[in-house]
């Protein structure tokens, strides 16, 4: 009967969002089990129903965080284009736009160094950047592009995407404040693509 109240009082999707902020905010090392409960208000025990370790819990919450910007990409490549943008353009766009929006994913996913957590990311990050990576290459295929097969174009695209967004992470703007310099970095790099 307790395993049951506390099974719907204490989500593992709320100990997820706790447990990304405090990483966050306080760093991997410095936060416990211990500490994940006293920030929700729950005893570390119950958190254990949900993730035998802290370890666990930081995976569950990089695979959610990456599946969402893989799932973005593709809703990205099949659903409208916004006017005065190109498909790749868009691309660059709304992972720019996730990056800014989500800036406690975003971090762990992509900028925390800590080594002990960084190899739970490196792979995950890998699978993120095939994946834009061939999304990239089917389009530039489909375009019958000049570049289409240099492999190392979406690599660099990707890192400058990352760059921008690391950029203007630091002081905690919005997509919406920057959304002009957004897509004139994306336009810029989109340009130099085809001009390349």
């Keep these: 009967m307790a395993r049951r109240a506390v099974e719907h009082e204490l989500t593992r999707e709320r100990i997820m969002e ?3 902020h405090l990483f966050i905010t306080k760093g991997y090392r410095s936060i416990s089990m211990r500490s994940i409960g006293q920030h929700l208000g ?17 995976y569950a919450i990089v695979i959610q965080d990456f599946h969402h910007v893989t799932l973005l990409f593709d809703q990205v ?3 409208p ?21 989500h800036p406690h994913q975003y971090e762990i996913m992509f900028m925390l160094r800590d080594e002990e957590i960084l190899a739970y990311c490196r792979s995950e990050q890998t699978k993120c950047y095939e994946h834009f990576a061939s999304i990239v ?8 592009h000049p570049l ?5 174009l979406p690599h660099h695209m ?12 630091q002081g905690r703007v919005s997509f919406e404040e920057i959304k002009p310099s ?10 130099n693509i085809n001009a390349g």
């Design 148 to 152: 289409r097969n240099n492999l190392t």
């Design 158 to 169: 990707f890192l400058s995407l990352n760059g921008f967004i690391s950029n203007h992470i």
């Design 18 to 20: 706790a447990a990304r």
């Design 77 to 79: 490549m099949e659903g």
């Design 42 to 58: 729950y005893s570390h025990g119950s958190l254990y129903y949900h993730f035998k370790e802290k370890a666990e819990l930081f």
């Design 182 to 191: 957004a897509i004139a970095h994306v336009q810029f790099l989109n340009y």
């Design 137 to 144: 290459r089917k389009h530039l295929r489909e375009e019958g």
């Design 81 to 101: 284009l916004e006017p005065g943008l190109t498909r790749i353009e868009q691309l660059m766009l709304e992972f720019i736009k996730f990056g800014l929006d």
